[in-house]
């Protein structure tokens, strides 16, 4: 955040929404919270449903109208050479690259403990069933790069993936017309520096679409454009497109999680540091004029002292406009509250991407919360910091998915593969079960199929 002087913004006061008072059930809350307006959901449900038709009847002359539509680039094929990874991270800001390597380091470290331990288990004697990880094939990831070239989240994606054991990965990101119709300098060094050398220039719901569905080749726009291989899983944040096109493939493929337009809450009472609370909304309002900033707050006098430093802070931005969109959104607002039991109740229900705890005794009210993609607990665990180099993800799940998803981590690239191994004796000994239930069921060659064993 920029700290040149400025004049104070023009921000308009956040909605707000007052449930002191009113005892809500959980779909009541779940309508009262802010939220992105539903016919923005419809409107890019039906363009992602266009786009990956699209990709799927023509291919790379798919990718390369879209590329032109959207990125403002032409383009014979959106594979980025060898030598321009090579180059971004020979050019790379030495102090950008030592930010880099210590995120990789701590994403490294909590990715390779999160990794679970096969399981074989004795059920009886001589009979053993097991519960093998075994890592997909090939892995797709996305990495935003238009409002921000986000860097970070090659690291997100990448370094899970590594450590869960994938042997073939693709990362895409959108072509940059200032950078020669490839992703951002930044991302490729990310990429080169993490040893990722299939990258792509595609954005948007088509990069979704080229990963679910696969490309063949020669179908560019003069008859070139070689293949782009499906993958098992799909990764990594986006816009409302990206994620919609996630959502709409899942099925064909595997998803982290529908991470789209990203959203904050804070859960706040008297203690909490107002400038701290404004930075932090600001932080990722600064996204997306899409993005979500929510407080939920025990205290009108907090609220006041925060709309005010948001008038100060906002003024100052960078991203001063993209900001006040945000901010002044639908889906974002205050949430007033009677105690922070009801508090908690909203932030559950609203079940945010990222939920922050600025409360007396934040971490035993952290331990109460049972939605949210990521909690940072206390004043000196912004959001910002599990972004860069907290060691944790930043793909996590939005509008209301935390509810039943998790955020990216290294089971998102692992499956559980059972082994069942019996002896004779072992299935002897529930033989005359598996008949009972088989005819139970009306399934009789069930029971037929484990009775000829021992005919």
């Known amino acids: ?46 363009a992602v449903l266009g786009i990956i038709a699209d990709v799927r009847e023509r291919g790379h002359a798919a990718l390369a109208d879209l590329a032109q539509k ?41 990715a390779q403990a999160q990794k679970p331990a096969d399981v074989d288990y004795p059920i009886a004697d001589g009979a053993v069933v097991s519960s093998h990880w075994v890592p997909v094939s090939r892995a797709g990831m996305y990495v935003p ?26 990362l895409a990101s959108p072509p940059q017309k200032e950078n020669g119709g490839m992703p951002g300098q930044t991302i490729l060094a990310a990429a ?18 080229a990963f679910a569905y696969g490309v063949q080749a020669g179908t560019g726009p003069n008859g070139g454009g070689d293949t782009i291989d499906p993958v098992d899983v799909v990764s990594g944040p986006g816009n409302i497109f990206v994620a919609t096109a996630k959502r709409l493939v899942k099925g064909v493929v595997g998803i982290d999680s529908e991470a789209g337009a990203t959203e904050i809450a804070v859960l706040a009472d008297h203690t909490a540091n107002p400038s ?9 309002a600064e996204h997306d004029p899409h993005a979500a900033s929510v407080l939920v707050t025990t205290s009108v006098e907090l609220a ?36 922070l039991a009801q508090g908690i109740a909203v932030c559950n229900a ?23 993609g990521a909690i940072f607990v206390g004043n000196y665990s912004p959001v910002s910091l599990g972004d860069y180099c907290a060691g944790s993800n930043h793909v996590l799940p939005t509008s209301g998915t935390a509810a039943f998803s998790s955020g990216l981590n290294v089971t998102t690239f692992l499956r559980a593969v059972q082994l069942i191994n019996y002896t004779k004796d072992a299935l002897e000994q529930v033989a005359e079960h598996v008949i009972t239930l088989s005819k139970a069921e009306g399934l009789p060659a069930h029971g037929d199929a484990v009775a000829v064993r021992f005919a």
């Open 192 to 209: 080169a520096l993490l040893g990722i050398d299939e990258v792509y220039a595609m954005g948007g719901a088509q990069a979704i679409a």
């Open 276 to 284: 701290f609370v404004a930075a932090d909304l600001i932080s990722q």
């Open 70 to 110: 959207f990125d403002g680039v032409t383009q014979e094929h959106p594979r980025v050479p060898a030598e321009a990874l090579a180059a971004a991270l020979e050019s790379l800001d030495p102090k950008v690259r030592a930010a880099l390597e210590e995120s990789i380091t701590r994403a490294k470290a909590f």
């Open 350 to 372: 609203y079940a945010a991407e990222h939920l922050e705890i600025a409360t007396e005794d934040a971490p035993a009210i952290a331990a109460r919360i049972t939605n949210a």
């Open 1 to 46: 955040m920029s700290t040149a002087p400025s004049s104070a913004s023009s921000l308009a006061p956040l909605h707000r929404i007052d449930l002191r008072g009113r005892a809500l059930s959980l779909a009541e809350l779940k309508s009262a919270v802010p939220r992105t307006a539903q016919a923005t959901v419809t409107t890019a449900e039906t």
């Open 145 to 170: 790069g238009g409002l921000a070239p986000l860097a970070s989240s090659v690291i997100m994606n990448a370094v899970p993936a590594q450590a869960a054991g994938v042997a073939s990965i693709a």
């Open 304 to 339: 006041d002292a925060v709309e005010r430093e948001l008038a100060q802070q906002v003024a100052a931005t960078s991203h001063r406009e993209r900001v006040e969109i945000a901010l002044s959104g639908p889906q974002s607002g205050i949430v007033l509250v009677d105690d």
